[in-house]
């Protein structure tokens, strides 16, 4: 069965530091990678995703996450936060048969001081 | 396009009382996906549907969970002789149909069940 792991629940960083919200999964089967956020008070929105081709996807708004298949990791980076940036981030992954459920991870929460 | 949505907002309810909620999709998007998410917790897949058609669910949708969708519209979920562990946010998605690969899921705001 597939699950995804988020190890981070919570993850404090300073206006214009640099971030990396780790997600690792575990599947036997090929998998589609997605990342969530959830803005206060807002519903999910898709931030990136990878399905195919080159390991590394990037968001309009900055930020990038990398699939590394021997590591079954999909971490999420950014090198300069915003505080608009806050908010919960989800990991999630559909595998690639028959099904395109998203299974989450617990998630984590980016919180951006000034 | 006005996004997927979800009614009602917030529902309270005693122990034992059956609850209905409703998800309107994307006009033109034929899935649609019902999760459930618990404080401190991801979402969890329950169900989905094709059009009209159920085409899985979770083991964790038990008995007193139904959902349907009968027109390929909108859906309803209805929880029967709810219990206090029904309690969590109820969250609905739509979807096109895949082509060599998912499409993005769209999600509805929620509703909020209290189970008291």
């Known amino acids: 069965a597939q699950s995804v792991t988020q190890l981070d629940s919570q993850v404090p960083v300073f206006e214009e530091a640099p971030v990396e919200l780790r997600c690792n999964y575990s599947?036997?089967?090929?998998?589609?990678l997605f990342w969530y956020v959830q803005y206060p008070n807002q519903g999910l929105q898709l931030l990136l995703k990878?399905?195919?081709?080159?390991?590394l996807v990037e968001s309009i708004n900055g930020f990038e996450a990398e699939f590394n298949k021997s590591q079954t990791s999909f971490h999420l980076r950014k090198p300069s936060v915003h505080i608009s940036d806050t908010a919960e981030y989800f990991c999630?992954?559909?595998?690639?048969?028959?099904?395109?459920?998203?299974?989450f991870g617990t998630g984590t929460r980016l919180q951006v001081f000034p | 396009d006005t996004g997927v949505s979800q009614n009602p907002r917030h529902k309270i309810t005693k122990r034992g009382q059956n609850v209905t909620f409703r998800c309107d999709p994307i006009?033109?998007?034929?899935?649609l996906y019902w999760y459930r998410q618990t404080l401190g917790q991801g979402p969890e897949f329950l169900t989905y549907?094709?059009?009209?058609?159920?085409?899985?669910k979770s083991r964790l949708l038990s008995d007193r969970f139904s959902a349907e969708r009968p027109k390929g519209s909108f859906s309803t979920l209805e929880i029967q002789r709810t219990e206090q562990g029904d309690s969590a946010m109820y969250l609905c998605?739509?979807?096109?149909?895949?082509?060599?690969?998912?499409?993005?899921?769209?999600f509805g705001p929620g509703t909020r069940l209290t189970v008291l």
């Open positions: 998605a739509s979807s096109l149909l895949p082509g060599l690969a998912p499409n993005e899921q769209f």
């Open positions: 599947s036997s089967v090929s998998v589609y």
């Open positions: 990878y399905l195919s081709g080159s390991t």
């Open positions: 999630a992954v559909s595998p690639s048969y028959n099904t395109d459920k998203l299974i």
């Open positions: 006009s033109e998007h034929n899935r």
């Open positions: 549907f094709q059009n009209e058609a159920q085409l899985e």
